[in-house]
């Protein structure tokens, strides 16, 4: 920290003079998460924060969709990504065009797209979900089956929650998609008192075999509320170093693995887009309107 100071007091000072808000996701490192950001969440939270923002522009510390997500909400806004190859795995496993043939396939089948798509995905599908809505949404539509994409194992982990058929799309997200539940047979024999969470991205064997699964808020809410003595949180590492900071007395033990598209951000970077006020993230304005309405849609669902 005594190395971060004087970046995290030029981010802070400068964004005011800027007119700028740090909107940051909960995977990024302890330094932007408790050093900078003006807010923090899940994506769901995130895009919904993005729907109140004052300011004129948004430094999104966070992956590449997220930033659009903000910008198709702020059309008006300038939204800035510190490093605009924060790609997501998820994002990049489906195309428009792949979206177009499912639907020729299942004709009049909803298509629910989780946000950690393009904005150009989004705009041909019928409304986005996260993790944290994932079941609300598909239980929600007027429709007994409903194609989810392009996690396989986001829509494997709802279709066992619901009674509805679900068609998924072959995505994964990379850091999720590696955990085993032999992993997590491990974790229980080296730490048996453990409490083990884990996020829905995760394969539905290691899901069954956890004690909880939630979006990445209500992993760090479950924490805080149940107060476990010690917990593996089976997502990406900066989760449990964020959480550590407010919850006393609980021992985090690592089972995490990395996103290497998260950690492109940085205080340097956050400080160089500041600066230079780049790099700016635009969308076309005939996908944006589409794409919004299925952002909208999630937001305003069940209101
Ligand atoms: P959350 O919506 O749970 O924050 O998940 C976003 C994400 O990218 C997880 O890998
Ligand atoms: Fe995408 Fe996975 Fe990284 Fe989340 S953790 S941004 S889903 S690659």
Known sequence: WQFYAPLIREINKLKREKDAVILAHNYQTPQIFHGVADFVGDSLQLA?????????????????????TSK???????????DSRAG??????????????MRA???????????????AVKAVTDICCTSSNALDIVEGLDSDTVMMIPDQFLAQNTAKKTKKKIITWAGACEVHETFTAKDIEELRQAYPTAKIIAHPECPTEVIDACDFSGSTSG?????????PANVVMVTECSMSDNVAAETPGVQFLKGCNICPHMKRINLENVLWSLHTGTEEVTVDPEIAEKARGAV????????
Not at 105 to 119: D, E, L, M, R
Request: net charge neutral.
């Open 48 to 68: 919904i924060e993005a729907t109140k923002v004052k300011q004129q522009t948004i430094i999104q510390c966070g992956v590449h969709f997220m930033a659009e």
């Open 72 to 82: 198709l909400l702020n059309p008006e806004k300038t939204v800035l990504i510190p």
């Open 105 to 119: 396939q299942y004709p009049g089948v909803p298509v629910v797209t989780y946000v950690n798509t393009s904005a």
């Open 219 to 227: 992993m760090i809410n479950w924490v805080k509320t149940e107060r």
């Open 88 to 101: 997501c795995s998820l994002a990049s496993s489906i195309t428009p065009e792949d979206v177009m043939a």
């Open 296 to 303: 909208e849609r999630m937001i305003n669902f069940g209101k």
